[in-house]
């Protein structure tokens, strides 16, 4: 069953200050989670920080006071109106469903409900109306669909997609504070000579890049490209749009770069895909020609808006039918934690 054609099943209204929890609020997306909702001012009434047990009593700073870690239980959602889960998939399919039945709403950045059919997938700039078919559950996408997504929608809604082509270019932090410690402590020890023994990520990471860590299937795409791939097609309601990426792991802490080529059912003149991003919601056009100065990761990082430039026909499409982008967005906030706060904002708004 289609989530366009699913009636909504009773959810119970947010207050207009709601509780709010962050489900690994330690990680590196929870820490610019909480970040987020301090600095978009979030209206929530308590803001609960769960963990595991390793972190509670950790205290974190949260508009001017200190919020202490709570270790994560069954009854964590007792007193919570939205619940964001960022520890992985494997806590999401354990403990979202507790979190629903308690009576929140749960923003999922992890992969484990963005396929089902009633839990619609959300980028507020992509297709927000699908927001309002949700019922407990609505998912956040993987941070190369989430940022690729924003920088094609102003495109997609002038002109029909036929294909999509990309390779990315992925930080560190989409596998975690873990492997943002690593890329710094391998790194540390390169530069001083040192031997390192890399734990995290599968190969050396220092002044090295390599295809994503996540594991090959039977068709030759690892994981991270199928969830793209899939995610791209859902976003854009295509469910059969063909879909080609390459994901790569570059040593870069929190930006994503992506190369994509767009193929569209009618040719669209640079300058008029120029114009359409600059007045797209959540992009920045950075495409100086002239100074050769395009999408960087350390100009994205930090930024809520994802970069947008080297703006071009595809040369590589004889119909002339394909544009060029370059891509960077931080990969924690538009990628992940931004995302899922707008979604929360986008409830909220739905709701009053
Ligand atoms: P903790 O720091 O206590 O291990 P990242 O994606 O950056 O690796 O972060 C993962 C997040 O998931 C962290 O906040 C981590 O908390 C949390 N987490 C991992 N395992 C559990 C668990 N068993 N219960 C609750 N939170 C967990």
Known sequence: MNIQNQEQSAVSALPANPSVAIVGATGAVGAVLVECLENRNFPLSQLKLLASERSAGRKVAFRGGDLEIQKLDVHAFEDVDIAIFSAGAELSRAYAPIAKAAGCIVVDNSSAFRMKDDVPLVVPEVNASALSLHSGVIANPNCVAAISSVALASIAAHRKIRRIQMSTYQSASGAGQAAMDELNDATAAALAGEAFEHSVLPHPYAFNFFSHNADIEGDGYNGEES???????????????????????????????????????????????RELLQNAPGVRVVDDRKANHFPMPVEASGEEEVLVGRIRTDLGDPSGHSLSLFVVGDQLLKGAALNAVQIAEALLATNS
Do not use: Q, W, Y
Not at 228 to 257: K, M, Q
């Open 227 to 273: 969830k793209v791939i899939a995610e791209l097609r859902r976003l854009f309601d295509l469910p059969n749009l063909p879909v080609g990426v390459t994901c790569i792991r570059v040593p870069v802490p929190r930006a994503h770069g992506m190369a994509i080529s767009v193929e569209l059912d009618a040719p669209l003149a640079p300058e008029l895909a």
